[in-house]
């Protein structure tokens, strides 16, 4: 998915070096047990993807100003989970397949 921010287009794509990004930013995992940590990814998936020339604290600000690009970030989020979450469960469906088989 593409976001615009600042009268410019970004690639939002959850991808490990994403969460490589993150980590070393925060010096912890994703949890996203908090508004600064899914703030920090959104951020995080953007320095992943992107060349940005903006910080973190501009990227708040761009926020405070438009506030549907957080609303699109996490729609989109949410969306990504969801795949994730499906991909997941057919791997362990196929896991327990294979075990009844034998």
């Known amino acids: 998915m593409n976001i615009t921010i600042n009268n410019k287009e970004y690639i939002l794509k959850y ?7 993150f980590e070393k930013i ?4 994703f949890e996203g047990k908090t508004l600064t940590e899914l703030y920090l990814l ?3 998936i953007l320095l992943a993807n ?3 020339d903006f910080t973190f604290d501009d990227l ?3 926020c405070d100003e438009d506030l549907t690009l957080f609303t699109q970030f996490n729609a989109w989020l949410m969306d ?10 057919e791997k ?3 896991k327990k397949k ?5």
């Open 15 to 21: 991808t490990v070096r994403a969460l490589f990004v």
């Open 98 to 102: 294979k075990k009844g088989k034998k």
């Open 92 to 94: 362990e469906d196929v």
């Open 42 to 44: 959104f951020y995080s």
């Open 60 to 62: 708040i600000n761009y």
């Open 26 to 29: 925060s010096n912890k995992m």
């Open 50 to 52: 992107n060349n940005i």
């Open 80 to 89: 990504e989970f969801k795949v994730q979450n499906q991909f997941t469960e």
